[in-house]
């Protein structure tokens, strides 16, 4: 399983959303890759899921087919495990 | 690990608007030649382009641009407003301003701040200290 995280640069908020996440599966007991990139560069990446902010989803919508699960507040643990819990979900 | 100087700290009543709020806490790290004018113009131009997702947290944002030449030498600085700023319908009492020489070498910085992001009692405890000293303090115990 591969979760991409993606913001602007690619730089910041992305590595943050990437430990976010990554702290909401460990706490989940569920075992799986984040990767973090910037907006750009989705296209070049497999991912099961794309994490990103609501302001990009419309874009991305256009560029890939790959679920996307928006997350306004990327360091907020309770809302991305929400979104983690909806991912996986869906996987069923 | 380079960790926010606490002469690259600031605590302020108010501020007129978020970009002051932004050019504010990036003044030590312009006046110390870590970064160039450009490179405010870079963080709000990245607000306007691709919006507000630099509010990590309630009361929380993290102004930075992509590593270019208008930065110098990595660094991170602190501004607290104690009353708050509107930035684009969030209201924001903690900046801090990231700026990376490239995409690597501040990873680690990231972490340690992303796991301290994630414990909103931190994010409390820094806004509400009275001194910079007290920022320092909360810093060196719980950024690690």
């Known amino acids: 399983m591969k979760i991409l995280a993606v913001c602007g640069f ?3 908020s992305s590595m943050i959303l990437k430990m976010t996440i990554q702290k909401a599966l460990n706490e989940l007991n569920v075992k799986g890759d984040v990767v973090n990139s910037d907006i750009s560069d989705v296209k070049s990446q497999n991912a099961d899921a794309i994490f990103t902010s609501p302001d990009f989803v419309n874009d991305l919508k256009k560029r ?9 507040k990327y360091s907020d643990l309770e809302e991305v495990k929400g979104q983690v819990e909806k991912f996986l979900k869906d996987q069923d | 690990m380079p960790h926010i100087k606490k002469k690259h700290m600031q605590i302020v009543d108010s501020s007129e608007s978020y970009e002051d709020a932004i050019a504010l806490a990036a003044k030590p790290l312009l006046d110390d030649d870590y970064i160039t004018e450009d490179y405010i113009d870079q963080m709000l131009e990245s607000i306007e ?3 507000t997702y630099i ?7 993290l102004p930075h641009a992509r590593p270019s030449e208008a930065v110098k030498k990595t660094g991170m600085s602190l501004l607290v407003v104690k009353n708050g700023v509107d930035l684009k319908n969030n209201d924001v009492k903690l900046f801090i301003v990231l700026a990376a020489k490239d995409s690597t070498t501040h990873t680690e910085v990231l972490q340690s701040l992303a796991s301290f992001l994630m414990e909103k009692q931190n994010i409390k405890d820094v806004i509400n200290a009275e001194r910079v ?3 320092e303090t909360i810093l060196e115990k719980r950024l690690k």
């Open chain 1, 64 to 72: 890939v087919n790959t679920p996307l699960y928006p997350v306004k």
């Open chain 1, 10 to 12: 690619g730089v910041g």
């Open chain 2, 55 to 61: 509010v990590l947290a309630d009361e929380f944002a």
């Open chain 2, 49 to 51: 382009k691709f919006g």
């Open chain 2, 133 to 135: 000293d007290d920022i």
